[in-house]
């Protein structure tokens, strides 16, 4: 699952390195319009459809976070 | 007593004796108590009396609601506790406890938000505004009741009320709490935009006297009240000079107007925040920041993140993600896509919530169609430099410049600082063509002679005050500098005695001496206090 994500985001977001940072949000790795994309690139890909209160920088915080946020709405 | 603002003498001794009060008191109840009666005799004397009951009224309400749908997702939990559900089981049964939240939510949001939105349109439409509900009636409605920094406290009411909704935070318990949140009289006139679950948390357990914390407090406030006192109030007669008699003007005097009035606009905000955030600090209660050296920015959409912080932050909790995030944007987005327009999908995945946010903003700040323009303004540029990012790298790589290089760097900030002072010429002259009719006299002479001949000086400022303003401002953006690279006021507290005293003292002095102070006391009132 984990390896599926970081090659759709990758993909999507070639200039960012989703492997560099547990903090990618607080350390400003991503930002607010990066996770909007992320959620659209990733909720085409799976089908899922993530509830708004998921929407929380804690869950795009690093790669295994969002792997487990997506496989949980899976 | 009427009208105490910040910077009145009845202030500064309302906060004497409140801070004594409050922290000679050996409780938490007792802190909570002086400071409840504390919000309550601030907000009367500061005008809010007539209309003190719509800002109770809106406190109960917002706890009820708050509390109502607490209980349901309280039957939520202790359901999913007794049955072993699946992930997506689980957000099914989410789903219909959502919906009897949400029978909650929408009367309750329609009703807070009703009351700043009647104001605001009643305003637009050229209704009177009244301060009590017999006139209000007597008007046969035709008139509007404005409560002090309403558009302050129903922001953080629908937050929290959304983040109950959203289960991104608890419903709090102790009404106590929430009413001491909503009348907080640091924030309720001008901001900084709280989130009410982070002060009730700190209102539940208030700290006891810490000289460290006072003082710091203190000092933070001091520096605000340099900032409007010596450089804001000083400043602003310039600006309203010029832009009074604007067809008399020209060339480089209009544009040093345009400049004074954005950096008026700054010191004006900035040392309101200054001094409530630190009158705050000193009573153990830490607030959100609102600036964050703005004029350091090197875009629009990073300025917005520095400047008004909790204003942006707010609009892209409440407004941008959960647009953008929704299923019906998301829908839209991914059939643009699929059929192969992969550009245009993520441009209307960022440009539909960006504009609908800007929008509001631009209402939020005034409703005449100056600050509507204002907000279409700043919507349009923002989009222009997110929306299309990966062009402007390509046009960098093109033109071999590094934007992050000191040089381009510096220049990137000088662009943001004239956008700034763009979007303060749309509603520099109160009327739709605000910014063409500035312009217009930019354009329509040097303006040199008023600095040749000396009549520069004779606009509100003369040449000691320009002066002042100098060193005020190079102090200013020294202080930013080293914002940016230390604790300024635990460095200085660690200084020998009789420097730091000399720091403490010369700040104090150079208020009273260089404050500009109209008659009686009553320095004139701060820009953002009337939002």
């Known amino acids: ?74 | 007593m009427i009208g105490m603002s910040y910077i009145s003498f009845s202030f500064l001794l309302f906060l004497a004796v409140l801070m004594t009060l409050y922290l000679l008191m050996p409780s938490v109840r007792l802190r909570q108590i002086i400071l409840l009666a504390g919000n309550l005799v601030f907000y009367i004397c500061a005008g809010g009396r007539s209309l003190l009951a719509i800002l109770i009224a809106t406190t109960f309400i917002v706890y009820a609601a708050s509390r109502l749908m607490g209980r349901v997702y309280e039957g939520f939990e202790s359901e999913t506790a007794a049955k072993e559900l699946k992930p997506k089981e689980k957000s099914q049964l989410l789903a219909s406890y959502r919906k009897r939240a949400k029978a909650v939510l929408i009367p309750s949001l329609v009703i807070v938000l009703g009351i700043l939105v009647y104001g605001k349109a009643g305003k637009l439409i050229g209704f009177p505004e009244t301060s009590d509900f017999s006139s209000l009636a007597g008007a046969g409605f035709r008139a509007v009741m404005v409560p002090l920094g309403i558009s302050y406290y129903t922001f953080s009411a629908v937050g929290y009320l959304l983040d109950i909704y959203w289960r991104k935070t608890k419903a709090e318990k102790n009404p106590l709490l929430l009413l001491l949140s909503m009348t907080y009289f640091p924030v309720i006139i001008q901001g900084p935009i709280s989130r009410y679950d982070r002060l009730m948390k700190q209102f539940g357990e208030l700290p006891g006297f810490s000289y460290e914390r006072v003082t710091f407090g203190l000092q933070r406030a001091v520096f605000g009240f340099f900032k409007k006192l010596v450089l804001a109030d000083r400043i602003s007669a310039f600006p309203a000079a010029v832009f009074g008699n604007i067809q008399e003007h020209s060339g480089l005097l209009v544009v040093l107007a345009v400049c004074a009035n954005a950096v008026h606009l700054y010191m004006d905000f900035s040392g309101c925040m200054d001094i409530v955030i630190g009158i705050s600090e000193a009573l153990g209660v830490t607030l959100d920041e609102n600036f964050s050296q703005p004029f350091f920015s090197k875009s629009a959409a990073e300025f917005w993140r520095r400047w008004h912080i909790t204003l942006g932050s707010w609009f892209k909790d409440y407004v941008y993600m959960p647009i953008a995030t929704s299923k019906f944007m998301m829908n839209r987005t991914s059939a643009i896509r699929k059929s192969g327009k992969k550009r245009l999908a993520s441009f209307t995945a960022a440009a539909v919530p960006l504009i609908v946010v800007w929008i509001l903003t631009g209402l939020w700040h005034g409703t005449g169609a100056d600050y509507l323009l204002w907000g279409v303004y700043w919507g349009v540029l923002i989009i222009l430099e997110t929306a299309f990012a990966p062009e402007w790298k390509k046009l960098a790589a093109y033109l071999h410049t590094e934007p992050d290089r000191p040089l381009p760097g510096f220049l990137r900030m000088v662009r943001t600082f004239v956008y700034f002072c763009f979007g303060r010429m749309i509603t520099a002259l109160g009327c739709a063509g605000s910014a063409l009719i500035i312009l217009r006299r930019i354009f329509s002479g040097s303006g040199a002679r008023e600095f040749i001949d000396g009549s520069v000086f004779t606009y509100g400022v003369d040449a000691k005050d320009f002066a002042v303003i100098a060193a005020g401002l190079f102090i200013c953006f020294l202080v930013s500098i080293w914002q940016t690279k230390m604790h300024i006021r635990e460095r200085i507290a660690k200084m020998a005695l009789p420097v730091r005293w000399a720091v403490y003292l010369a700040g104090i002095m150079a208020v009273v001496i260089f404050g500009v102070y109209g008659p009686g006391y009553s320095a004139s009132s701060f820009v953002y206090g009337a939002f």
């Open chain 1, 1 to 74: 699952m984990r390896e599926r994500v970081k090659e759709i985001l990758e993909e999507n977001f070639p200039d960012i390195d989703f492997e560099s940072s547990d903090e990618l949000v607080d350390d400003g790795i991503i930002d607010s319009l990066s996770i909007v994309g992320m959620i659209s690139a990733l909720s085409d890909e799976f089908d899922v459809s993530l509830p708004y209160e998921e929407i929380v920088p804690e869950n795009f915080n690093s790669l295994d976070s969002i792997a487990e946020l997506i496989e949980k709405y899976m």
